[in-house]
């Protein structure tokens, strides 16, 4: 049995067809790639070139929504992993499919939102279905959302509300649930 049994493909873009493996992760919790289909919706919903985006996939795992972000030509995609053999399966197929776009970083994705100074416009968060962090992933997510940011949520139900963000759309496949969510904006009132 090879290490690398499990991979995607990228989907579109400059890398389309292109294979990203990864290693057997049966004994982290909650590790599953996006679903090619999944995939397909959620750049049809961002727009498939992502030119001058940059991009942060949180709890990135296989990389699949990283590679895909950066072969559809995103300025930088920062990709956090806090499995170091998946972190590095992800610098592996960085190396081997040339991405000097996409920054792997093997780090807890919580103490990552909390230190970086950076702002994205499209953030990738499919943390371990068993966890419901959602309520403490929101006001990390808001510290480093651009003001137009598109935060992609996967999770094993349907999420209605994320404290501070406005759910544009929804879709289902399986036991996933995928979600597009937008910072909420501030009415001025009226006279202001």
Same mark, same amino acid.
């Given at each position: 049995?090879?290490?690398?049994?499990?991979?995607v493909r990228?989907?579109?873009?400059?890398?389309?067809? *292109?294979?990203?493996? #990864?290693?057997?992760?049966?004994? =982290?919790?909650? +590790?599953? @790639? /996006?679903?090619?289909?999944?995939?397909? /919706? %959620? #750049?049809?919903?961002?727009?498939?070139?992502?030119?001058?985006?940059?991009?942060?996939?949180? +709890?990135?795992?296989?990389?699949? %929504?990283? !590679?895909?972000?950066?072969?559809?030509?995103?300025?930088? =995609?920062?990709?956090?992993?806090?499995?170091?053999?998946?972190?590095?399966?992800?610098?592996?197929?960085?190396?081997?499919?040339? #991405?000097?776009?996409?920054?792997? =970083?093997?780090?807890?994705? !919580?103490?990552?939102?909390?230190?970086?100074?950076?702002? !994205?416009?499209?953030? !990738?968060?499919?943390? @371990?279905?068993?966890?419901?962090?959602?309520?403490? %992933?929101?006001?990390?997510?808001?510290?480093?959302?651009?003001?137009?940011?598109?935060?992609?949520?996967?999770?094993?139900?349907?999420?209605?509300?994320?404290?501070?963000f406005t *759910?544009? *759309?929804?879709? *289902?496949?399986?036991?996933?649930?995928?979600? %597009?969510? /937008? @910072?909420?904006?501030?009415?001025?009132?009226?006279?202001?």
């Amino acid at each position: 049995m090879t290490p690398y049994k499990n991979q995607v493909r990228i989907i579109g873009g400059t890398h389309k067809r *292109r294979i990203v493996r #990864f290693p057997d992760m049966e004994g =982290v919790p909650g +590790f599953r @790639p /996006t679903p090619d289909r999944v995939r397909e /919706t %959620l #750049f049809n919903w961002l727009g498939q070139d992502l030119l001058g985006k940059r991009c942060l996939d949180v +709890f990135a795992g296989s990389g699949a %929504l990283a !590679f895909e972000a950066a072969s559809r030509h995103a300025t930088q =995609v920062i990709a956090v992993e806090n499995s170091r053999a998946a972190a590095q399966a992800m610098a592996q197929n960085q190396k081997l499919l040339d #991405f000097p776009n996409l920054k792997i =970083v093997n780090s807890d994705a !919580f103490a990552f939102l909390a230190s970086t100074t950076e702002k !994205f416009d499209v953030i !990738f968060l499919d943390p @371990p279905f068993a966890q419901n962090w959602w309520d403490r %992933l929101a006001p990390l997510i808001a510290r480093v959302a651009a003001p137009e940011a598109l935060i992609y949520c996967e999770f094993a139900k349907e999420l209605k509300t994320l404290p501070g963000f406005t *759910r544009t *759309r929804q879709g *289902r496949a399986g036991v996933v649930h995928y979600h %597009l969510f /937008t @910072p909420e904006t501030l009415v001025p009132a009226e006279g202001a």
